[in-house]
């Protein structure tokens, strides 16, 4: 690989763009209008803007990326994260033009980001799944029927969905009908595809996942994290390894992935998630996904892997570099997303210029972010600003260390999460890890932020 093309923006671009110029590699940059002088742009070796600020007509625009690619003399595109880094059409595409699609071939991914077809491909496998419906859910089946084999409370979710979108809960029969039709018409409209299918809802479950590499041959994993702490399902502080899980289960979600993973074939990095009900300590497979996770980093930390490095051999040279008993793990590691939103205004988004930037350094502190004082949080796109990531020698010192390196963050000109961070981190159920998926949205939790 000489020349990368990066089909993204924000933070993930300037890791994918710095990791490939360590590595001699030189990056092009597909940016919208907006983003031309954004801090991704300036850190890639060249930018080529693909189109206006929209995502369909820039970041999602298939044709004017692979053209960008081909007309630049690219041989590879990295897809980081979101857009079309999950989208199997878009990498046969890329495949077709002659280039190289940094992940899992276009098979692979759809037999994994179908969330549905995922399931069955897991059981076939023998990791356990959930109680659900018999893959997609058929618009003519008796719902009401499958619904009460499998009880409730209960999740429609999209067949083609992820980043925790296309998902609604039912909690009585009333309301299983009408949810169904909401989450098909969703689904149609935000993915492109209206199947469905449902699946149990464990309450008080924790989301633990576990990082995969595979090049096609070869499949290791790299321990697992907790992404308990979430919002409407979208993930806010996640940590590695997973705290207070029982030795077995850790053991058998790790294998387990691995197994998943040599069953697609699976090339590149790739994450296996899991629901862990910790009455029952039973952990159940939910679903994959088939690119580098937004949390990656705190995987590097306990581990001193480079993600991203590893993703671009294993595309040009079909080989990892690593082995399983190369890997080890050493203390505990902590992320907070923080995002341009108003927590006091229900996490409105709060685009704006930013005006003061300020992190805080020292050993263990990590910082990824696309922004800078001066950059312009734009309404079109994703709030994250940044992750945060402490790194300690275990997780005690590691939440004292995140707070202490909140207290040193600022940000002015656009409202964040901080506070909420903040809060979340000094809560005792966090210290017992006694908190889970729904916790962030329990009834005044958020009081005297």
Same mark, same amino acid.
């Given at each position: 690989?000489?020349?990368?093309?990066?089909?993204?923006?924000?933070?993930?671009?300037?890791?994918?763009?710095?990791?490939?110029?360590?590595?001699?590699?030189? &990056?092009?940059?597909?940016?919208?209008?907006?983003?031309?002088?954004?801090?991704?742009?300036?850190?890639?070796?060249?930018?080529?803007?693909?189109?206006?600020?929209?995502?369909?007509?820039?970041?999602?625009?298939?044709?004017?990326?692979?053209?960008?690619?081909?007309?630049?003399?690219?041989?590879?595109?990295?897809?980081?994260?979101?857009?079309?880094? %999950?989208?199997?059409?878009?990498?046969?595409?890329?495949?077709?033009?002659?280039?190289?699609?940094? @992940?899992?071939?276009?098979?692979?991914?759809?037999?994994?980001?179908?969330?549905?077809?995922?399931?069955?491909?897991?059981?076939?496998?023998?990791?356990?799944?959930?109680?659900? $419906?018999?893959?997609?859910?058929?618009?003519?089946?008796?719902?009401?029927?499958?619904?009460?084999?499998?009880?409730?409370?209960?999740?429609?979710?999209?067949?083609?969905? @992820?980043?925790?979108?296309?998902?609604?809960?039912?909690?009585?029969?009333?309301?299983?009908?009408?949810?169904?039709?909401?989450?098909?018409?969703?689904?149609?409209?935000?993915?492109?595809?209206?199947?469905?299918?449902?699946?149990?809802?464990?309450?008080?479950?924790?989301?633990?996942?576990?990082?995969?590499?595979?090049?096609?041959?070869?499949?290791?994993?790299?321990?697992?994290?907790?992404?308990?702490?979430?919002?409407? $399902?979208?993930?806010?502080?996640?940590?590695?390894?997973?705290?207070?899980?029982?030795?077995?289960?850790?053991?058998?979600?790790?294998?387990?992935?691995?197994?998943?993973?040599?069953?697609?074939?699976? $090339?590149?990095?790739?994450?296996?998630?899991?629901?862990?009900?910790?009455?029952?300590?039973?952990?159940?497979?939910?679903?994959?996904?088939?690119?580098?996770?937004?949390?990656?980093?705190?995987?590097?930390?306990? &581990?001193?892997?480079?993600?991203?490095?590893?993703?671009?051999?294993?595309?040009?040279?079909?080989?990892?570099?690593?082995?399983?008993?190369?890997?080890?793990?050493?203390?505990?590691?902590?992320?907070?997303?923080?995002?341009?939103?108003?927590?006091?205004?229900?996490?409105?988004?709060?685009?704006?210029?930013?005006?003061?930037?300020?992190?805080?350094?020292?050993?263990?502190?990590?910082?990824?972010?696309?922004?800078?004082?001066? $950059?312009?949080?734009?309404?079109?796109?994703?709030?994250?600003?940044?992750?945060?990531?402490?790194?300690?020698?275990?997780?005690?010192?590691?939440?004292?260390?995140?707070?202490?390196?909140? %207290?040193?963050?600022?940000?002015?000109?656009?409202?964040?999460?901080?506070?909420?961070?903040? &809060?979340?981190?000094?809560?005792?159920?966090?210290?017992?890890? &006694?908190?889970?998926?729904?916790?962030?949205?329990?009834?005044?939790?958020?009081?005297?932020?």
């Amino acid at each position: 690989m000489k020349k990368l093309l990066i089909a993204n923006r924000g933070e993930i671009a300037v890791r994918i763009a710095r990791t490939a110029r360590d590595m001699g590699i030189e &990056t092009v940059l597909v940016a919208s209008e907006p983003d031309a002088d954004s801090l991704a742009a300036r850190t890639a070796d060249n930018v080529v803007i693909v189109g206006p600020a929209p995502a369909p007509a820039s970041y999602l625009n298939q044709e004017a990326i692979i053209s960008a690619a081909l007309d630049n003399g690219c041989d590879a595109i990295h897809p980081g994260y979101g857009f079309l880094s %999950e989208n199997s059409a878009f990498a046969r595409k890329v495949a077709d033009a002659g280039l190289t699609w940094v @992940g899992p071939d276009a098979d692979a991914i759809e037999m994994m980001g179908n969330k549905s077809m995922a399931r069955a491909s897991a059981r076939q496998t023998g990791v356990p799944v959930l109680r659900g $419906s018999d893959g997609p859910l058929d618009p003519a089946a008796d719902a009401l029927e499958v619904a009460r084999d499998i009880g409730y409370p209960l999740v429609v979710k999209a067949s083609a969905g @992820g980043g925790g979108r296309g998902i609604r809960f039912v909690h009585s029969e009333g309301e299983l009908l009408e949810t169904i039709e909401m989450a098909r018409g969703e689904a149609a409209s935000v993915f492109g595809d209206p199947t469905v299918y449902l699946e149990r809802f464990v309450q008080h479950a924790r989301h633990v996942e576990v990082q995969i590499l595979g090049d096609g041959t070869s499949f290791i994993h790299l321990g697992d994290r907790d992404c308990s702490m979430q919002r409407r $399902s979208q993930k806010v502080i996640e940590e590695a390894p997973a705290p207070d899980l029982p030795d077995a289960v850790r053991q058998r979600i790790r294998e387990a992935s691995v197994e998943l993973a040599r069953e697609c074939g699976y $090339s590149g990095a790739g994450t296996v998630e899991f629901l862990y009900d910790p009455v029952n300590h039973e952990a159940a497979f939910i679903e994959m996904n088939t690119r580098i996770q937004v949390e990656h980093p705190i995987t590097e930390q306990i &581990t001193e892997i480079d993600l991203v490095r590893e993703q671009l051999l294993i595309a040009s040279t079909g080989v990892m570099s690593i082995r399983q008993d190369d890997v080890r793990f050493s203390g505990h590691a902590i992320e907070c997303r923080i995002n341009a939103e108003d927590p006091d205004n229900n996490f409105f988004p709060s685009p704006g210029r930013i005006t003061t930037m300020e992190w805080p350094t020292g050993d263990g502190i990590r910082v990824d972010t696309g922004v800078e004082a001066g $950059s312009v949080v734009s309404p079109y796109y994703d709030s994250l600003l940044a992750k945060l990531i402490v790194h300690a020698p275990d997780r005690e010192t590691a939440i004292a260390a995140m707070l202490t390196a909140l %207290e040193e963050t600022r940000i002015e000109g656009v409202k964040t999460t901080i506070p909420v961070h903040k &809060t979340l981190l000094a809560r005792p159920e966090f210290a017992a890890v &006694t908190h889970h998926s729904k916790f962030l949205e329990t009834a005044d939790l958020l009081e005297g932020k």
